[in-house]
């Protein structure tokens, strides 16, 4: 890929976070890093990852800057891992705002996916919610999550940002065909987008037994024995389950690319 990235709208306080435990196919890696490329400048793009996986990640990665490898010491789920990525960024940059993604989805219809991204960035820039990207089902799938918005019945024809109202995991076939007949519910994605700072204000908030254990992240955030201390103690906890599900904060972007889940496939 070519140094000059399609995004169509650079910011230096737009960052993007992959989070890649390296259970999947290693080549979906390189797949996501030069996706991002599209939307995000590349020196503004970090991995955060499990130290068996580094050295892999540098070698699909070699364009990745060393102080965008960002090494958990222990495996704790998003919540930690979210922590870790977003005191760093705002270590670096204060306003910093993020994408965050698993590594390991597939994205049909990359245009509209960056169009898509480019559009929720640019709301999260001018508001401090949690915006989750939200998948227009086109069936009852019970492997996913479904996210619930307040905007009522047919809220999958509208654009724009909606209003959370529940999150609900993997749902039995009749409840998942309840959900996709009425319109208000869309797939959780996984793809997040909000400001370093708001996240974090909301995780400081419901999730004080993570945070409490980053403090000092100000002098210490890239200090090995540091970090591990902290993520010794640190319990496994999902970001849905810990902020997404309690927060107030919480809104939907509707998307409309074809999106799957690579353990699906």
């Given at each position: 890929m070519s140094d000059k990235s399609k995004y169509m709208n650079p910011s230096p306080h737009r960052y993007c976070v992959i989070m890649a435990d390296g259970s999947g196919s290693p080549k979906q890696l390189r797949v996501t890093y030069d996706r991002f490329r599209e939307v995000i400048p590349a020196g503004q793009i970090l991995l955060v990852t499990?130290?068996?996986?580094?050295?892999?990640a540098r070698?699909?990665?070699?364009?990745?800057?060393e102080q965008n490898l960002l090494i958990e010491p222990f495996a704790r789920k998003t919540a930690p891992c979210m922590a870790y990525a977003a005191y760093?960024?705002?270590?670096?940059?204060?306003?910093?705002?993020m994408v965050a993604t698993p590594w390991d989805l597939v994205i049909r219809d990359e245009s509209l996916f960056a169009h898509t991204v480019e559009e929720a960035f640019d709301y999260v820039q001018e508001h401090d919610v949690l915006m989750t990207l939200g998948i227009v089902p086109k069936n009852p799938d019970v492997n996913f999550g479904y996210i619930q918005v307040r905007e009522g019945r047919n809220a999958h024809l509208m654009t724009g940002p909606l209003q959370v109202k529940t999150f609900t995991e993997k749902p039995s076939?009749?409840?998942?065909?309840?959900?996709?007949?009425?319109?208000?519910?869309?797939?959780?994605?996984?793809?997040?987008?909000?400001?370093?700072a708001t996240i974090m204000a909301e995780m400081e908030k419901y999730l004080p037994e993570v945070t409490e254990l980053f403090r000092g992240w100000q002098e210490h955030i890239g200090e090995t024995a540091w970090l591990e201390r902290a993520y010794a103690e640190c319990p496994k906890v999902s970001l849905d389950y810990g902020v997404m599900?309690?927060?107030?904060?919480?809104?939907?972007?509707?998307?409309?690319?074809?999106?799957?889940?690579?353990?699906?496939?």
């Open positions: 499990l130290s068996p996986f580094a050295q892999q070698l699909l990665l070699p364009d990745l800057p760093t960024l705002l270590q670096r940059d204060p306003e910093a705002m076939l009749e409840l998942a065909e309840v959900f996709v007949r009425t319109g208000e519910f869309f797939w959780n994605s996984g793809i997040f987008i909000w400001k370093a599900e309690r927060t107030a904060r919480a809104w939907l972007y509707p998307a409309r690319f074809g999106w799957a889940d690579i353990d699906r496939l």
